[in-house]
């Protein structure tokens, strides 16, 4: 989601506020009682995490003003808000929003990543979307670096559902560079169960890292 996408997309969410089509909240200072969504040690020593404080498959970052704000993942792999800004939220799904995918090493291998490809760890996460497709489980995300607003980058975490063993493997996808056509944009997107690059083009590739296993004392 492109500069000109996430204005309209930001400006339907507070019209849908407004009417009170979905849910809109603000004041969150990612005490436990107030984490977007929180994680926590299941039976088998893995974490596992849930959105039901909002019982919604989307968060979008509505700011208020010109200071930093965003989401970010605390040590535990639960999501909490920072800044001045918003939560707006939509749902295109029923049920609960529990997450297999371990956010907990998802938080640790992150911020990493990320500065491996811009040379930064000072990031924020304005846009996250969770949602399964057949033996997987998909988070799409959007962060801003160095505050820059006006040029979000996307990305995927991956989870494969299909594995027998007790962890799944999960990775953190990344489509770099530009497309042929100067209308399209080199982003992941989601198809037929598989994740690719929106285009086909030597100057579009995709960068692929496992997120690694941490351990953990209960």
């Known amino acids: 989601m492109k500069k000109s996408t996430l204005i309209k997309v930001t400006m339907f969410i507070i019209t849908l506020c407004m009417f009170g089509t979905v849910t ?6 990612g005490t436990e009682e107030t984490k ?11 974490f596992e995490s849930d ?8 968060l979008y970052i509505i700011r208020e003003d010109s200071n930093p704000s965003g989401l970010r993942f605390m040590e ?16 295109t ?27 930064s760890d000072n990031y924020a996460i304005t846009y996250f979307e969770h949602f399964y497709l057949e033996n997987s489980e998909v988070i799409k995300m959007e962060y801003i670096v160095d505050n820059d607003y006006d040029n979000p980058e996307s ?5 494969d559902l299909s594995w027998t063993q007790a962890a ?6 990344k489509c770099m ?4 056509e100067l209308t399209e944009n080199c982003e992941e997107i989601h198809n037929n169960g598989e994740i690719r690059c929106s285009c086909q083009s030597d100057d579009c590739y995709m960068v692929v890292e496992e997120v690694k296993s941490f351990s953990y004392k209960l």
């Open 24 to 29: 809109c909240s603000e004041n969150y200072d």
């Open 36 to 46: 977007l969504m929180k994680s926590y040690p299941n039976s088998d020593g893995n």
């Open 51 to 58: 959105l039901s404080n909002y019982e919604s498959n989307r």
């Open 76 to 91: 535990d792999g639960s999501l909490i808000r920072f800044g001045n800004a918003s939560i707006g939220t939509s749902s």
């Open 93 to 119: 799904v029923k049920g609960n929003f529990n997450t297999r995918t371990n956010m907990k090493n998802v938080a640790a291998s992150l911020p990493n990543f990320i500065k491996k490809l811009h040379n």
């Open 155 to 159: 990305i995927m975490i991956y989870t």
């Open 168 to 173: 799944p493997q999960t990775t953190i996808i």
């Open 177 to 180: 560079g530009q497309c042929d």
